[in-house]
């Protein structure tokens, strides 16, 4: 359903730009996006991360940015969609405040966890998993990238960034929400 009034969204990609696989140029997702009818589009790092402004209802800014992506790409690409204000709540909500930002991820969701989340996650050592609206959030002491913690996300659209990204995230959305 769409609405008449623009209003900005964050989109965060899955399996972009991760260990070597699913290159996608910045630059290229923003000329995407343009030509779908967002506009005020920026991206932030080169994981997927876009914020745009939009008539379009999240869902429906989703699934015309997944068709392109899978035009563009040859194969599927999910995306996971927040407003601004979902993404504020996410950082807020950071269960983690006494860890290193760079070693807590928050794993995004298109729909909340089940419950037995935490209990079919496997791989775990010394990270801690607490379970959020449409969130995983889970503080790796020693590093992302050194753990084999695997947490099943079901049949849904997943992705992770870290809690400095979410940080500046949120305030990139607010900045464009000023302009």
């Given at each position: ?57 999240p869902?429906?800014?989703?699934d ?7 035009e ?21 909500a ?26 079919r ?10 379970l959020?609206?449409?969130?995983i ?6 590093g992302?990238?050194?753990s ?10 997943a ?7 979410v940080t ?12």
């Open positions: 359903m769409t609405q008449s009034t623009s209003r900005p969204l964050v989109v965060l990609l899955c399996a972009v730009n991760v260990g070597g696989t699913g290159k996608l140029p910045m630059s290229d997702l923003r000329a995407l996006c343009e030509t779908l009818g967002f506009t005020d589009v920026r991206t932030y790092i080169a994981s997927g991360n876009v914020l745009f402004s939009t008539s379009l209802g869902d429906d800014a989703r015309a940015l997944e068709d392109a992506l899978r563009y790409a040859g194969k599927p690409v999910g995306a996971v969609i927040r407003t601004p204000a979902e993404l504020e709540r996410v950082r807020h950071n269960p983690f405040l006494f860890a290193e930002p760079s070693r807590v991820g928050v794993t995004f969701l298109d729909s909340p966890p089940d419950d037995d989340t935490v209990e996650a496997t791989g775990i050592t010394d990270e801690q998993l607490v959020g609206r449409r969130e959030y889970v503080h790796y002491p020693q992302m990238g050194r084999r913690l695997r947490v099943p996300s079901g049949d849904r659209r992705t992770t960034r870290n809690i400095n990204t500046k995230l949120v305030a990139l959305a607010a900045n464009s929400a000023s302009r």
